[in-house]
């Protein structure tokens, strides 16, 4: 079925690294992906998605490229900073029957920036 | 601040109990979609509610049970609880019933219930 993998945490970084997050899909059909940041102690929050093959997501400094040829979504920032310091979930949509739908997530990795 | 809220949020109950937890959708949106968080399964979906019907169903335990109201707020209803029950329980709600031909509608969630079931 429908899966996403993503690499495992913590990651680590010093302030002002360069961060890439990997994840990788496995999907039947043409989904939608996302990825989504939770903050120590708070829910999900939407960080960037990409409805199509080669669009490119982006928001706060942060960017994915939907490749479909890799089934990659990787998240990347050219500087971090303290205050990304959060767990990162990709995420894929899953249609189902009758239009209902679900998101599909993998398992999250722990970022932790270091001044 | 995403516009969802849910009460309460935490809850320590105790093993057997029943408990319910309340969503509110961001004003306007019409679904409803619980999941679960918890260390070892992870963020897992459980039901999708539409405009007051059930419109997506996945691992959710016969336990467990949801509905949503006319004034479009949802409660999920947890019983016979069981220790493998502690976790985070997210809401979140998206604007259109129908997910988009490519999936491609936002999920906004809220800040989640955490159950403790002691």
């Known amino acids: 079925g429908d899966s996403v993998t993503q690499m495992e945490g913590p990651v680590t970084l010093s302030e002002e690294a360069f961060l890439t997050i990997n994840c990788t899909y496995t999907?039947?059909?043409?989904?939608?992906l996302f990825w989504y940041v939770q903050y120590p102690g708070e829910g999900l929050q939407l960080l960037l998605k990409a409805t199509k093959a080669d669009d490119k997501g982006s928001n706060k400094g942060f960017e994915a490229t939907y490749r479909k040829e890799t089934t990659s979504f990787h998240l990347e920032k050219g500087s971090v900073q303290v205050s990304d310091s959060a767990v990162y979930f990709c995420a894929l949509s899953f249609l189902l029957d009758n239009q209902g739908g679900k998101l599909i997530f993998g398992q999250g990795t722990e970022l932790s920036v270091k001044p | 601040d995403s516009g969802v809220t849910q009460t309460p949020k935490h809850l320590i109950t105790a093993t057997g109990q029943r408990v319910t937890l309340r969503c509110s959708p961001r004003s306007g949106d019409l679904s409803v979609y619980w999941y679960q968080q918890s260390l070892d399964q992870g963020l897992q979906f459980l039901i999708q509610?539409?405009?007051?019907?059930?419109?997506a169903k996945g691992n959710i335990l016969e336990r467990f049970s949801a509905q949503q109201f006319p004034d479009l707020h949802s409660e999920l209803n947890l019983s016979s609880l069981e220790l493998g029950d502690s976790a985070l329980y997210f809401c979140?709600?998206?604007?259109?019933?129908?997910?988009?031909?490519?999936?491609?509608?936002?999920?906004?969630f809220g800040p989640g219930t955490r159950l403790l079931v002691l």
């Open positions: 979140a709600s998206s604007p259109r019933g129908g997910f988009g031909l490519a999936g491609e509608e936002t999920q906004y």
């Open positions: 509610y539409y405009n007051g019907e059930e419109r």
């Open positions: 999907a039947t059909g043409y989904p939608s």
